[in-house]
């Protein structure tokens, strides 16, 4: 088992990651005192999880003296929407939940994402925790607090700041997760080496494929996984809110963004963020930051993961621009980029100019 | 002018009360450092209070160097949902609202809570001022950071604490108040009296009449609204969140909510305080922790602002019953109550039976 903790003036939680642990989540929230004035739960999740774990995980939650509901959500990027929240602040009224119960996200980065929204937002404010079933959400979003939906115009426009309880990290549960689900969260895990861990980087770099989970021992998916927890941890304890350093998190994110939206989300999450990284790095490469040599460890890692490194022609580039134009990482007008500048390190770059932006996505539709 | 600070850890803010200080609201924004790093603005009101107020506001904004931009939505209770906070989302989306951008609430506690909610989730939180036009929003609803909109089964259901950076209060605008809003809003003025300010809850027994805006002189409004702002700011700074505290501003708001729901928001929210506190008062006097002479006191005040008194029949008290049950006041299926137990003191209570509310409940109906 590993334990990160992660500590912020006003909550600290901790993230635990351990082979098995979907039964144990119940006497976990006891011992940790958690739901201990109301025992009532809404579970938050998708048909396909609940078929696959739910029973483990509400059969513990009972055995704790937990009273739980269950909602079910349609999954999918589409459906991280204002509607979805509302079913959820449905569910919440109908169970009758109040400001000391809690809520459970089992799924991936929408259903955390939007549970998370719903519980920041119900009743001004209640506990939640996250039990994160892809990689993507095990190693970025269900850590560090960042809860949202889409707008129909952008994506994470809505959104607040409210961090869970507990990472209940359970890596079993990653042998149902698709395929390219699991390449996509690579991207992640990559974007960690990259902009923060070079130790982890070379773990990446001395494992010999990165597209499918077995071809990964359980000891460096551990390794793995705990890393990427530290990592976030860390940058989120120096910067909650995203004032400062925490936007190195956005590495690829810019452009990535864009591609998403533009996609109209049929280019999922991680594949974007891939692109968005070869591409912030050519830029990068253009300013004299970042070497030749870099450029091609992170292309070897992305092609490893059998990620895309460039934009599909069926993503139109005014439509990415203008997707940019409407991205929250905008101040002033000027477009803000995290550019790398050696393996394990990056920089924020606040006015890249929307020229040298173009260029660079012109090239990205060629294959690297 | 009155300048009322109120400070919290990570925020401080100025509540300003001075006659006629509209025209000067750009001014004191970038006085104050205000929407620095992006001069766009998006004003929030109702078409009423834009055709009054408008012209004025946005001269001195844009005078200032603001950018605004100005959306009007229809005024009232019933719009305070999540479809109105929607098309705050939608204009913030067309304006290219940036996280240093402003959000700016012209109106009463509808305008306040919805724009507050839309700020404190746009882009995971940006800044607003609220300009409270209305009695109502002026004493309470503009001060303190609760924000939020209706669930269909139950008020305020959901929302955020995400306090303003201004709250900026025009004495002259309550000229244009309908009679019936001033009166409930002096329903929140006698409970700052009975539960914070015995200089207060004198003052208005000094007066002659409550129960219109042009039998209290300019002097005495001046000193009501000073008196509640600074009741409301320092228990707001004693307990942000409402975990201790703070409920004490819930004094008439248990039974009131319950009304106000249950009377599908036909008895505004004033009206139903007014209410909800007399029925408080007698639920203490059955307790012995407040005597009749006390409860003679508020309901003196109660008719000088020409307030009811009992419940009106055309409310069914199984609906009461039922909205008390969704309230998010109850904790372990506990009523909690506020109680008066001397002039200017009040006292929180956890454990109040559903027997005894019923009681208070009956003869609630029936004149005092």
């Not at 993503?315 to 929250?328: F, R, T, Y």
Request: proline share 5%; with cysteine.
């Amino acid at each position: 088992m590993t334990i990160v903790p992660l500590a912020l003036p006003q909550y600290h939680y901790d993230i635990v990651i351990e082979p098995d642990c979907l039964p144990h989540l119940g006497g976990a929230l006891r011992e940790r005192g958690l739901g201990k004035k109301s025992p009532k739960v809404l579970l938050v999740s998708h048909p396909f999880l609940l078929h696959h774990y739910g029973s483990k995980l509400v059969d513990s939650l009972t055995g704790a003296g937990f009273v739980v509901s269950t909602l079910s959500l349609p999954p999918g990027e589409r459906f991280k929407t204002a509607n979805s929240v509302q079913k959820i602040y449905d569910a919440a009224q109908a169970h009758h939940l109040e400001r000391s119960s809690l809520m459970i996200a089992l799924g991936g980065g929408v259903i955390g994402d939007m549970t998370g929204f719903a519980a920041a937002t119900w009743l001004r404010g209640i506990d939640f925790v996250q039990v994160p079933t892809s990689l993507l959400s095990m190693v970025d979003a269900s850590i560090g607090g960042k809860t949202g939906i889409n707008h129909p115009k952008g994506k994470n426009l809505i959104g607040a700041f409210h961090q869970p309880r507990l990472v209940w990290i359970d890596p079993l549960v990653l042998q149902t997760l698709p395929g390219r689900e699991f390449r996509a969260a690579m991207a992640e895990v990559i974007k960690y080496g990259v902009i923060w861990d070079a130790e982890l980087f070379k773990l990446l770099e001395g494992t010999r494929r990165l597209d499918q989970l077995r071809y990964i021992a359980p000891e460096t998916l551990q390794e793995i996984l705990t890393r990427c927890a530290q990592a976030k941890a860390t940058i989120v304890m120096e910067d909650e809110k995203e004032k400062g350093r925490r936007a190195l998190l956005n590495f690829g994110h810019t452009i990535g963004h864009g591609i998403e939206t533009a996609s109209r989300y049929k280019i999922n999450h991680g594949e974007a963020v891939a692109i968005g990284m070869v591409l912030a790095s050519q830029i990068a490469q253009r300013m004299g930051l970042w070497t030749e040599d870099c450029h091609d460890r992170l292309l070897n890692l992305v092609h490893k993961a059998q990620l895309p490194t460039a934009i599909p022609p069926s993503v139109p580039m005014d439509a990415i621009c203008q997707a940019l134009g409407s991205d929250k990482k905008i101040e002033g007008g000027k477009l803000r980029f995290i550019l790398p500048t050696q393996i394990g390190q990056a920089t924020i770059v606040d006015d890249i100019s929307p020229d040298l932006v173009k260029e660079i996505l012109t090239i990205g539709y060629t294959k690297n």
